[in-house]
């Protein structure tokens, strides 16, 4: 049990400098891991204490609670979702899931906190005829490497693709088993409005996402550097007084409008929202292997693959040293077909943690084109609105090294400006 702990003075708050202010945020960061595994130990013990086979005589329902995660949550006061994972954590320390021992390790010692640990456990799944226990542990391990830097969402991604790579066969299994759970819920509220909930599978969301990306992008960070007749359109999406989720919600509805007026024999004319995915020709040819839907971290079957190439036809993208496509200086912008290129290259924003997929993002000049750059595959990246700003306003660079790319940072963060890897985040091209 980690031992009592000495919380930083924040009465003078407003008068540190930035580096303090984050070394603070940082010394509260481990504090709360720490923290945390202790709560997540006594949640496991209680959840022991409340074992179904127990009945009435069992902890919770002893004391008014119909399971340990709800008497967890009514004793901390916090929210469901975060109940269940100090209780899963809590089972985790206790030995439940023995291949994830290095994860255990983590917890206990505040390198990783609580939400970390239940995504990679959620990713990486349990042993099964196709997996050892082995093979997971190398993996928690491998991903404990970046663990301290990065959010459970992207833990969850890192450990899902783990878990594909060991496991290439059962993406077909674990896809059907996702889309098993997806549904759609209108639910009427006493005020008139309805609330909409649901899940759905990566293929419908890819499906769903693209359509409303489509009329939401300009107000997303989506290009600014488009085709002229496409300018005025961006514009007025950007100037509209609707805030972003209402122009979700409108573009939903007017989807299914014109699905509704369209030929009953031919939803959506003759092709369907656009949905692309990424894929190895190799694996496409042998019918094995996993391919990814562009902005969707979970990997779906070579067969989802072929379904789909199949009814919206395909575009090879051919890498020669790991670049494809060149134009020259023909143009100031990247064409559509280099975008589909540096989609597949780079699958979105290549900045560390940033989540925007493709669609998301613009092409971002390495060598600036008023200054000579050529608009070339190999001189371009891409970079979420954001992160090009940032990049542009901060002094950073990012510089092309063989067939590698790494961010430069400027002097008055690293005086050594040493150089900081980036990596795509297309599983494919990984």
Known sequence: MPGALVLPDLSQV?????????????ELSAARREVDAALASVAGEVARRSARELGHAGLAQRSGARTPERLVQRELGIGAREA???????ELLRGSAPWLAPIVRSVS?????????????????????HVAGDDLTDAAARLLETASTATPEELAAAARAERD??????????????????????????????????????????VVRGALDAVTAPRRGGPRFVDPHDRAAAQKTVDDARTLDQLTADALVDTVLLATRADRTRLFGARRPGVTVHVQLADLHSGTGASWLEGETVAVSVQTAERIACSEGALPVLFQGGQPLRLGRTARTFSAAQRVALAARDGGCVIEGCQHPPAMTEAHHLVHYSHGGLTDIENAILLCRFHHLWLHNNGYRIERRGNRYALIPPPNVDPQRRPIGLRSKNQVAR
């Open 84 to 90: 269940s994972e100090l209780v899963r954590a809590g």
């Open 165 to 206: 790579g060991l496991d290439a066969a059962g993406v077909a299994q674990r896809e059907a088993a996702a889309r098993d759970k997806r549904f759609l819920r209108l639910t009427p509220l006493p005020d008139g409005m309805t609330r909409v909930s649901g899940l759905l599978d990566p293929e419908s969301a890819a």
């Open 109 to 129: 010692a505040g390198s990783i906190s609580v939400a970390g640990a239940a995504a990679i456990r959620a990713g990486l799944g349990e042993p099964d005829a």
């Open 14 to 26: 407003a008068q540190l400098t930035d580096d303090a202010l984050l070394s603070v945020q940082r």
